[in-house]
């Protein structure tokens, strides 16, 4: 059913609705390709990306790469943390072979304290 307010079907409003929580998500959203090129990030990632060096449609550092292998492993499906600046969070890293990204999903922030 196509819905003329908001130009969506049924089909497709529940992605659409994901793609806006995970947009405003206040943990950090960031999804790169195999080669470790990042196709996305939400705003609550934009400092671990810009710490990296990176930004959207850029290939992450190399070093980075060899770090985290798991963010360009096709069969990932896993748990990692990033250190950026003075906070460590924890991502959920799941592979969507077909789709041709990586997601990176931040859900616990914990601050360091110097």
């Not at 998500?25 to 990306?49: C, H, R, W």
């Not at 770090?67 to 990033?82: G, K, M, Q, W, Y």
Request: charged residues 25%; proline residues 3%; contains cysteine.
């Amino acid at each position: 059913m196509f819905d003329s307010t908001t130009g969506l079907t049924e089909e497709n409003s529940s992605s659409y609705e994901l793609s806006i929580n995970l947009h405003e998500s206040k943990f950090p959203v960031i999804k790169m390709d195999f080669e470790g090129t990042i196709l996305y990030a939400n705003k609550a990632a934009l400092g671990i990306i810009q710490e990296w060096g990176c930004a959207a449609s850029r290939k992450v550092p190399g070093n980075l790469l060899k770090t985290h292998p798991e963010f360009t492993d096709r069969r990932a499906n896993l748990e990692t943390e990033i250190v950026s600046s003075n906070r460590v969070f924890k991502f959920n890293v799941i592979a969507f072979d077909e789709a041709g990204y990586t997601g990176l999903y931040g859900y616990e922030e914990k601050v360091i304290s110097k």
